[in-house]
Nanobody, 124 residues
Framework: EVQLQASGGGLVQAGGSLTLSCVAS????????IGWFRQAPGKEREGVSC???????YVGDSVKGRITISRDNDDSTVYLLMNSLKSEDTAIYYC??????????????????WGQGTLVTVSS
């Protein structure tokens, strides 16, 4: 059974930092790109960042310069460090796994498996 377990969300003040974790199981982790997405109330799900299977990094414009994504293939885990958080970063954050991605690393449609999400709330 494929599982993607996102954790690390919570309430943080604006300007603060948070690290999200995504632990994967049930598939060959090394062969998949792992992406982070977020969805705020009333908005579409958007791509935040991706660490591809070949080690490349992709970052969405809305968080560029404020996030760092890393992956540990030995532990099948991807981390998302978010700094200088803003109220507009408030959303449910999801991790997802996809194979065979080319130009769609930050597109929802490119991913095969999704986790359940973790809520990040940034207070101003």
């Amino acid at each position: 059974e494929v599982q993607l377990q996102a954790s690390g969300g919570g309430l943080v003040q604006a300007g603060g930092s948070l690290t999200l974790s995504c632990v994967a199981s049930g598939f060959t982790f090394d062969d998949y790109s792992i992406g982070w997405f977020r969805q705020a109330p009333g908005k579409e799900r958007e791509g935040v960042s991706c660490r591809s299977a070949d080690g490349s990094t992709y970052v969405g414009d809305s968080v560029k310069g404020r996030i760092t994504i890393s992956r540990d293939n030995d532990d099948s885990t991807v981390y998302l460090l978010m700094n200088s958080l803003k109220s507009e970063d408030t959303a449910i954050y999801y991790c997802a796994a996809g194979s065979g991605l080319s130009n769609d690393y930050l597109s929802v449609g490119g991913y095969d498996y999704w986790g359940q999400g973790t809520l990040v709330t940034v207070s101003s």
